[in-house]
């Protein structure tokens, strides 16, 4: 009987471990079938944390053979073996003085001494009447959040496309942040939110052609920004200007650790078949869309794309 009565409590822990087992895998199963987005969000989170981790690794050695090259010493001399002083030589900043004199007749320069780097990154509510009261001191700003220098002439004009339905919180703040660093820039520029109503599902791609068709037919716009209302720049040195190629503009999100990747491209746009707006899923819609313009077109990262 004591023989009959282990097999049995070894039974009923293999029964109650295969019980367990069962429904976590049911459980799991059914949260990515229910929430998949979620689900593929944690899943890419794991794996920018793995690569992240043989990353530092690999950087950990490469800092400690440069800390050890820049302080070698070799036959008395400052620098180590196979280097020279000109190595060495602190690189010119290619930004302009803070005495940097404008003249309104002449292009604007695309780095400006006011471009310091880091933002501070405020994500405080604030309502659109303190929005206004705020912007409203600045005589320069016309209806529709168009503004462009008087100081110099500006570089280029940029359209800012936002895709927009319910997200009344996000918008003020959106604007507190991005209207002062497109000044420091000094860019002509305009935001043109695009609403779409109803309860249908959220269509971005119809959002971005019809923004683009009305966005055209305004101003002759040298480039357009495909612009999230939740994505906010952490770097004013991050160039809203135009360039002669596409370019992945927020390059890296905190959402996803800053490894993902999104596509911001230049008026390149008119030549190209649009957008399918029967597409909803917004990763179908980036992927999409990034294959039809790297047809004939190399895309370029953004320098500083960290939002």
Wanted: proline share 6%; net charge positive.
């Amino acid at each position: 009987m004591s023989l009959l009565g282990k097999v049995l409590r070894v039974s009923n822990r293999s029964i109650l471990a295969f019980i367990f087992f069962f429904s976590f895998s049911s459980s799991c199963l059914y949260f990515i079938y229910v929430a998949p987005g979620i689900a593929n969000t944690y899943l890419f989170m794991m794996q920018a944390r793995g690569i992240m981790l043989r990353e530092n690794v690999k950087t950990i050695g490469h800092l400690i053979r440069s800390y050890t090259n820049k302080n070698a010493t070799v036959n008395g001399t400052d620098y180590p073996e196979g280097n020279s002083s000109s190595d060495y030589r602190a690189q010119t900043t290619m930004y302009l003085p803070e005495n940097f004199t404008y003249s309104p007749y002449q292009a604007c320069p695309e780095k400006l001494p006011y471009m310091r780097g880091l933002i501070s990154i405020n994500m405080s509510e604030i309502s659109f009447d303190e929005i206004q009261e705020v912007f409203s001191k600045d005589l320069d700003i016309e209806p529709g959040g168009h503004w462009k220098p008087k100081d110099c002439k500006p570089r280029w004009k940029v359209a800012i496309l936002i895709p927009f339905r319910n997200r009344h919180e996000h918008l003020p703040i959106f604007f507190r942040h991005l209207i002062p660093m497109l000044q420091k820039q000094r860019l002509e520029f305009a935001f043109y939110v695009v609403e779409q109503s109803g309860t249908q599902p959220f269509n971005r791609a119809m959002l971005f052609n019809v923004g683009f068709k009305e966005a055209m037919k305004d101003v002759a716009w040298d480039c357009v920004i495909f612009h999230d209302v939740d994505h906010l720049p952490e770097n004013d040195r991050n160039y809203y200007g135009c360039g002669e190629m596409p370019r992945h503009f927020a390059a890296k999100l905190d959402k996803y650790m800053y490894m993902y990747k999104l596509l911001r491209y230049s008026k390149e746009r008119q030549y190209i078949d649009g957008l399918n707006n029967l597409i909803y899923t917004p990763k179908i819609l980036i992927s999409r869309l990034y294959k039809n313009i790297t047809v004939n077109l190399i895309p370029e990262l953004a320098p500083v794309g960290d939002y």
